[in-house]
T-cell receptor
């Protein structure tokens, strides 16, 4: 069974600084996808970034980058130049490739607070 | 604008009542999903559907039922058999097997009184 672990329940960062949110995963699948979602207080889930298990380069999307270390089974999210609007819950998730359902398995999340 | 709508945003239910949560998408996506989120936790899969007229149980399907009679609609019924239904419910869709991203609706917050 797949498992996602986020060990940081909460993080603080100063505005304009970079922050790294940790994510480790466990799977026996050879092919899988890793996702990061942002959940503001309103509740919607906002897709941030995706990394495929066979992608050789780390994914980047604007201020978001994914530090993918396959041997360590980690997929940390790096947010550069933090903004006040980045304050939210952040979830790491994995997509099952070897089953038909292609659903996401989520970690427990990290609450990020950006301080002015 | 294309997207996923969920209604209602807030729902209150008395114990012993069944309630149905609506999920509609106009993205022409094949697959749809229902997740449950409890406070301070991640999302857990309730049911999913890869195609019209077909759906499968997820990890926590007990006490829930779904239907998929139309491509754009995937309603979730929370039955009286669900012992602890108070939670935030999120619907999602995905275009097809070759696509990565799941798009989420705004969610329905269900409270049992």
């Amino acid at each position: 069974a797949q498992k996602i672990t986020q060990t940081q329940p909460g993080m603080f960062v100063q505005e304009k600084e970079a922050v790294t949110l940790d994510c480790t995963y466990d799977t026996s699948d050879q092919s899988y996808g890793l996702f990061w979602y942002k959940q503001p207080s309103s509740g919607e889930m906002i897709f941030l970034i995706y990394q495929g298990s066979y992608d050789e380069q780390n994914a980047t999307e604007g201020r978001y980058s994914l530090n993918f270390q396959k041997a360590r089974k980690s997929a940390n999210l790096v947010i550069s130049a933090s903004q006040l609007g980045d304050s939210a819950m952040y979830f790491c998730a994995m997509r099952e490739e070897d089953t038909g359902r292609r659903a996401l398995t989520f970690g427990s999340g990290t609450r990020l607070q950006v301080q002015p | 604008d294309g997207g996923i709508t969920q209604s209602p945003k807030y729902l209150f239910r008395k114990e012993g009542q069944n309630v149905t949560l609506s999920c509609e998408q106009n993205l022409n996506h094949d697959a749809m999903y229902w997740y449950r989120q409890d406070p301070g936790q991640g999302l857990r899969l309730i049911y999913y559907s890869q195609i019209v007229n077909d759906f499968q149980k997820g990890d926590i399907a007990e006490g829930y039922s779904v239907s998929r009679e139309k491509k754009e609609s995937f309603p979730l019924t929370v039955t009286s058999a669900q012992k602890n239904p108070t939670a935030f419910y999120l619907c999602a869709s995905r275009r097809g097997l070759l696509y990565n991203e799941q798009f989420f609706g705004p969610g329905t917050r269900l409270t049992v009184l």
